[in-house]
C-alpha cells in the first residue's frame, strides 16, 4: 500500500525558504501513469493547491504563488520536494503531499489526490 | 477566491439524504473530486468524476454532476459523515487546480 510522508522545519523565519520533502513507500515514484502534488491548509482555512510534478520533471504551480514555489523529484530516493521562497506569516499552514492520478470517464477529465501524506505543520515566524 | 463555489455548511438529519454542491464555470470542461477531512486528519477521497468510489468508501456516497454544478450525495447520512467537504477540479486554463471553500456538514 502506498504510504507518503512529509519531512523538514516546522519553523521557519520570513523571507526564508520553506524545504520540505515527502518520502513515498510501497511503490516506486517513478511507475505507473502517476504525478505528485502538494497542497496547504493555513489554521482553520480551506484547501489550497500548490502544484504538481510529473514524472517527466514538468511542473504546474498556483499563480497566486507568483513563482515562489519550485518542485523536484528525485527518483533515486523515492522522493519529491517542495521549496517555497520569501515566505510570510501568509505561508504559515499544514502543508500535504498526495500521489495523482488522471482520470477521464462521461463527467470530462480530471485528477484526483490519493493517498495523502499525513501533513507536516510549518509555521513562519521569528 | 475560489472558482469552485461551496455552501460554508449544511446540516442533514441522521439517516437522512444530504447533497453538497460545488459550483463553477470550470465544470462544465473538467471533472471534479471530493474529499472528506475530518478534524486533525488528512483529506480522504470518498468521490471522484461522474461516480466513482475509491476501495473502502461506503455505498452511501455518490456524485453526479450537471452543466456547472457538481454534486456529492450521501444517502442514509452517519454519524461519521461529520466532516468537512471539498471538491476540486481544474481552472479555466485547465493547467492548474482548484478547490472549492469547503462544506462543513453536521449530522444531526
Known amino acids: 500500500q502506498l504510504q507518503l510522508q512529509e519531512s523538514g522545519p516546522g519553523l521557519v523565519k520570513p523571507s526564508e525558504t520553506l524545504s520540505l520533502t515527502c518520502s513515498v513507500s510501497?511503490?516506486?515514484?517513478?511507475?505507473?501513469?502517476?504525478?505528485w502534488g502538494w497542497i496547504r491548509q493555513p489554521p482553520g482555512k480551506g484547501l489550497e493547491w500548490i502544484g504538481n510534478?510529473?514524472?517527466?520533471?514538468?511542473?504546474y504551480c498556483n499563480p497566486s504563488l507568483k513563482s515562489r514555489a519550485t518542485m523536484s523529484v528525485d527518483t533515486s530516493k523515492n522522493q519529491f520536494s517542495l521549496r517555497l521562497s520569501s515566505v510570510t506569516a501568509a505561508d504559515t499552514a499544514v502543508y500535504y503531499c498526495a500521489r495523482s492520478f488522471f482520470y477521464s470517464d462521461s463527467s470530462g477529465y480530471g485528477d484526483r489526490f490519493d493517498p495523502w501524506g499525513q501533513g507536516i505543520l510549518v509555521t513562519v515566524s521569528s | 477566491s475560489s472558482e469552485l463555489t461551496q455552501d460554508p455548511a449544511v446540516s442533514v438529519a441522521l439517516g437522512q439524504t444530504v447533497r453538497i454542491t460545488c459550483q463553477g464555470d470550470s465544470l462544465r470542461s473538467y471533472s471534479a473530486s471530493w474529499y472528506r477531512q475530518k478534524p486533525g486528519q488528512a483529506p480522504v477521497l470518498v468521490i471522484y468524476g461522474s461516480n466513482n468510489r475509491p476501495s473502502g468508501i461506503p455505498h452511501r456516497f455518490s456524485g453526479s454532476t450537471s452543466g456547472d454544478t457538481a454534486s456529492l450525495t450521501i444517502t442514509g447520512a452517519q454519524a461519521e459523515d461529520e466532516a468537512d467537504y471539498y471538491c476540486k477540479s481544474r481552472d479555466s486554463s485547465g493547467n492548474h487546480l482548484v478547490f472549492g471553500g469547503g462544506t462543513k456538514l453536521t449530522v444531526l
Open positions: 510501497g511503490d516506486s515514484i517513478s511507475s505507473g501513469a502517476y504525478y
Open positions: 510534478i510529473y514524472n517527466s520533471g514538468t511542473t
